[in-house]
């Protein structure tokens, strides 16, 4: 099979691998309909984050079940499914606590942007769609995999709801999901903080009732301006480092929530202004298994179109290209087909 491996910072191939084989009776192996480039891919293509050895990459995928380990129940060969970035048994107490990205068998998936991938844990990572999905349904669904369970777990951190305002700090693809998933759960007022046009027409069409371009503490003034002097009730912080995470704190009113799911690179919290916030923190790597059932439902019946992030889509053998027009910000997210 061929498979995306990076080899340095900037350094992306798609190039011939071992296929991908059952390592465990737990496992299962997935033909990917599609897959695409995750913000947080970028990290170690900027060399923000080291590269190491080459390895392979991808975590967002949807596909059709190829082979199940000895022990898989719950999906068979020839289903159509999603899986979350972190796979997860689904049945700890962890778990069942609702934070499956925490789950005590967990393993990162690291191997989708391929044509075929190994999925651990499958009976309590992967979700079968009621049938094959029309094609127009795949980049919703695979939205589901990561962006958009990653910006429902933002908004329900946050405490989006009724009567409440929120902030989004962030217009990447989780950004913006996140401001849809706040509409979702029926906040009044959504205020999404972008500088560019594209994004911020993006936020609109998914309810954001205002758009804030300043940053940092110009950023904060004006959300505190929109709310009466008080601040967001709920603080979507979409981005990770400390400029987003100490706009977002600053920019929730005391007692309110912000809900943190940028992967922090280089955050370190001044106790001092965390102490004199007042807020609730609540974040980190989204339990997107979670809600898959119930994402996968809504975008079934056509109620939301969470693939509308994807505004380029390549040929999966075209992968460095997707990296590029990430890196170089010309698409806000990249869809590979195989
Ligand atoms: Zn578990």
């Keep these: 099979m061929y498979g995306t491996v ?46 190491g050895e080459p390895h392979p990459m991808g975590h967002e995928y949807v596909g059709v079940v190829e082979q199940i380990g000895a022990d898989v129940r719950n999906v068979e060969v020839g289903d159509f499914v999603v899986g979350s970035f972190a796979t997860s048994d689904n049945t700890c107490e962890i778990c069942k606590a609702g934070y499956q990205s925490h789950c005590v068998h967990r393993e990162f998936m690291g191997t989708a942007q391929a044509e075929l991938t190994r999925v651990p844990n499958a009976d309590g990572t992967l979700v079968a769609t009621p049938g094959t999905p029309d094609p127009d349904l795949i980049p919703h669904l695979l939205a589901a995999s990561d962006v958009l369970g990653t910006g429902w777990f933002a908004a329900d951190a946050a405490q989006a709801g009724p009567g409440k305002t929120v902030a989004v700090v962030g217009d990447g693809a989780v950004g913006l999901l996140g401001v849809l998933s706040a509409k979702q759960m029926g906040a009044e007022r959504i205020i999404a903080m972008s500088r560019h046009a594209d994004r911020q027409k993006l936020a609109l069409e998914f309810g954001a009732t205002d758009i804030v371009t300043e940053r940092g503490a110009d950023g904060i003034a004006r959300v505190k301006e929109l709310t009466g002097g008080l601040g967001a009730h709920s603080t979507i912080e979409a981005v990770g480092t400390q400029e987003s995470m100490m706009q977002a704190i600053h920019a929730t009113r005391a007692g309110g929530h912000v809900g943190y799911v940028g992967v922090a690179h280089g955050v370190a919290l001044p106790g001092d202004e965390l102490f004199f916030s007042g807020v609730h923190l609540h974040g980190g790597p989204a339990p997107v298994r979670r809600y898959l059932p119930d994402l996968i439902d809504l975008i079934w019946r056509r109620e939301i179109e969470p693939g509308k992030v994807f505004d380029l889509t390549l040929p999966l053998a075209d992968v460095a290209e997707g990296y590029k027009a990430m890196d170089e910000r010309r698409a806000i997210k990249v869809l590979l087909r195989p």
């Design 6 to 51: 990076i080899h340095a910072p900037g350094d992306i191939r798609f190039e011939e691998r071992p296929d991908a084989a059952l390592t465990a009776p737990t496992d299962a192996v997935i033909r990917l309909a599609a897959t695409c480039v995750c913000g947080s891919d970028l990290w170690p293509y900027r060399g923000v984050e080291p590269v």
